[in-house]
């Protein structure tokens, strides 16, 4: 897409995936990893394929994980990262006024916590709830598309509802459930698998390794009046 195409908003909606894109690596992946029965690998991979829907997939990776909420936290906070870019690139959307939402399939509770600690869980978030009851996790249902029940915190579905405000849809994401949502956004900015997913589909997409390479681009890519 060139500037022309999104000159024509008024309104421009970053949509931001959270595990891989914004912290690295993933939080989920990391706490399977290192805690889990390795049977999580298997349900991951058919989860990649397409063998089993990721609403069911979470929650069976994490019935193989038994640690407390307080064991993830210390380990999510001593082993994830931020993209050291993401405060400056925030910064600069909202002196844009560009919206921006995070939409995960990791959980609220964490992604508030662990954005906290940068003075950053003001950002919208669309991500999973957890339960977790001593050791044991449960993934609580979220509302979702009616014509789709794949995955649990469905980010198409959030996508759509901004693209049928009228607004453009920029989409910034890294793996499998990051896929459905690019397919229907403005512009893309992908990396590792969704990066592989659109080569293979010929979707068009920019690629990045962090937010520095995000801004770079989307600067050229926008309006002139979006640039004080
Ligand atoms: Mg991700």
Not at 120 to 141: F, G, Q, S, Y
Not at 167 to 180: F, L, N, P, S, W
Request: hydrophobic share 35%; net charge positive; glycine share 6%.
């Amino acid at each position: 897409m060139e500037v022309k195409s999104l000159s024509r908003f008024k309104n421009i909606h970053l949509f931001i995936d959270f595990d891989g894109t914004i912290a690295t690596p993933d939080s989920l992946y990391f706490l399977c990893q290192r805690f889990a029965d390795r049977k999580w690998r298997q349900i991951e991979d058919k989860m990649e394929k397409g063998e089993i829907d990721e609403r069911e997939g979470l929650q069976q990776e994490f019935d193989w994980l038994h640690i407390t909420q307080e064991e993830a936290l210390r380990a999510i906070d001593n082993g994830v990262t931020l993209d050291p870019y993401f405060p400056d690139f925030v910064r600069w959307c909202q002196e844009r006024g560009l919206k921006v939402t995070i939409v995960s399939g990791g959980f609220l509770s964490f992604i508030k916590r662990f954005l906290r600690r940068y003075g950053l869980d003001h950002l919208h978030i669309k991500a999973n709830r957890v339960k977790i009851e001593e050791k044991k996790w449960r993934i609580i249902p979220s509302p979702g598309r009616k014509d789709c029940h794949k995955c649990n915190n469905c980010k198409t579905y959030d996508v759509e509802k901004a693209k049928a405000r009228g607004e453009a849809i920029i989409y910034i994401g890294d793996g499998h459930t990051d896929r459905c949502p690019a397919a229907v956004a403005d512009v893309v900015f992908a990396k590792d698998k969704l990066k592989q997913y659109c080569q293979k589909e010929k979707l068009k997409f920019y690629e990045f390794s962090n937010f520095g390479d995000v801004m770079t681009t989307l600067a050229s890519l926008l309006p002139k009046g979006k640039k004080p």
